[in-house]
């Protein structure tokens, strides 16, 4: 029967036939036999967006996702209204390291269509890994658990979103559903124990902790969670020896420090004064680095206030470009965005406003630069 849809499909409209053909070459995972046929075709039906859509899919599925970023992006040129292209640009574009362009696609996706789940689980995934766990990312992620109960990574990232918000109750309920849907996520579990850890039970957290170790030895997260809950129970020796362990791997500066913190504490309370001496004096310069940091990004901003005042774009915009390499902060971008522009720079200028929309809550303000930043360029453009 199927062959012989097929020969009808051939018959009736060839070019038909081999979308069918390279569309299940696609989903065979056979990308690279797919997309030179999706490319002929788009080539001789450029009003079709079906044709660069379902070539940009095999390619993210191929994880080439830099290709389909191209491949959606001229869908949605032919057809802005296509949602699940829109959702999957988004996605596209934050896996291939732009999630401030990620995350204004998918603002526009939510917006286009409130039922559609992917849209809201993406945004807030992305919302959440750019430090954003206010209502916006909360609300995005709860809405994509009531589109779809099912949806295993929507309750991992509202549970991700809890535990940074030190709501441990709600995140452990939510990795908890997330691993009754995929028990074998690694990182759903981290999220539980953690989420145990932070209620303060120490003991059962632990034992997820270990399991976790059991599977990832190398595991920092694990390693010193581990670490932290047995030093709450007591067992110093045990502990230490999990956060010597956590401290070869981390990498986070805030890891670090909780590393060291533990380390110092271990090595007082087992008798070795020494190396919690060194702990210390290695935890306060961690420390006296990040209070550096801090101090000079805002002696950078009260510079830059003074530069604008003054009117001097250039200095301005140098200050804020040393500034923001501290510290990403939505008012500063904003603020570069607008220096760019009495520059007449518009490519950095919208750069920073996309920025500026990815390090905070939407705003309308500036949302409004943006659209008039664009339409200066397409002015400039004819």
Not at 246 to 264: N, P
Not at 285 to 309: V, W
Not at 319 to 336: G, K
Request: glycine share 4%.
């Amino acid at each position: 029967m199927i062959w012989f849809i097929l020969m009808m499909l051939w018959q009736a409209d060839p070019d038909q036939a081999r979308f069918e053909q390279a569309r299940q070459l696609a989903a065979e995972g056979r990308c690279m036999e797919a997309a030179p046929v999706f490319r002929q075709l788009a080539a001789a039906h450029p009003h079709s967006a079906e044709i660069p859509f379902a070539q940009g899919q095999c390619e993210f599925n191929a994880k080439d996702y830099l290709a389909a970023v191209d491949s959606f992006d001229r869908a949605l040129q032919i057809d802005p209204q296509m949602v699940e292209a829109r959702a999957l640009y988004g996605a596209a574009l934050g896996l291939s390291g732009k999630p401030a362009e990620a995350i204004v696609q998918l603002r526009k996706a939510v917006r286009s269509d409130k039922d559609f789940a992917a849209s809201f689980r993406l945004l807030g995934m992305f919302e959440v890994e750019n430090g954003q766990t206010g209502p916006e990312a909360r609300s995005a992620l709860e809405r994509a658990v009531t589109l779809e109960a099912a949806d295993a990574r929507a309750h991992y990232w509202l549970g991700q979103l809890h535990l940074l918000n030190q709501d441990y109750d709600a995140a452990a309920k939510e990795f908890a559903a997330s691993l009754a849907l995929q028990p074998q996520s690694v990182q759903a579990m981290v999220g539980h124990a953690r989420a145990l850890a932070g209620a303060g039970q120490a003991e059962p957290a632990l034992g997820e902790f270990r399991d976790v170790l059991k599977r990832e030895p190398a595991s920092p997260e694990a390693s010193l969670g581990a670490a932290t809950c047995l030093y709450n129970l007591r067992r110093f020796p045990e502990a230490l020896a999990a956060a010597r362990e956590a401290a070869e791997h981390v990498a986070d500066l805030r890891d670090r420090r909780a590393a060291l913190w533990l380390l110092s504490r271990l090595y007082r309370a087992t008798g070795e004064p020494d190396k919690a001496q060194l702990n210390e004096r290695q935890l306060a310069e961690l420390e006296q680095t990040m209070n550096d940091d801090l101090a000079r990004f805002r002696a950078l901003q009260e510079e830059a206030m003074r530069y604008r005042s003054s009117g001097d774009f250039t200095k301005l915009a140098a200050t804020l470009e040393a500034a923001l390499r501290i510290e990403q902060r939505q008012d500063s971008l904003v603020m570069l965005g607008d220096a760019y522009r009495a520059l007449n720079r518009p490519q950095d200028a919208e750069q920073c406003y996309v920025r500026a929309l990815a390090a905070g809550p939407e705003q309308e303000q500036i949302v409004r630069r943006l659209e008039e930043v664009r339409a200066d360029q397409r002015k400039s453009a004819k």
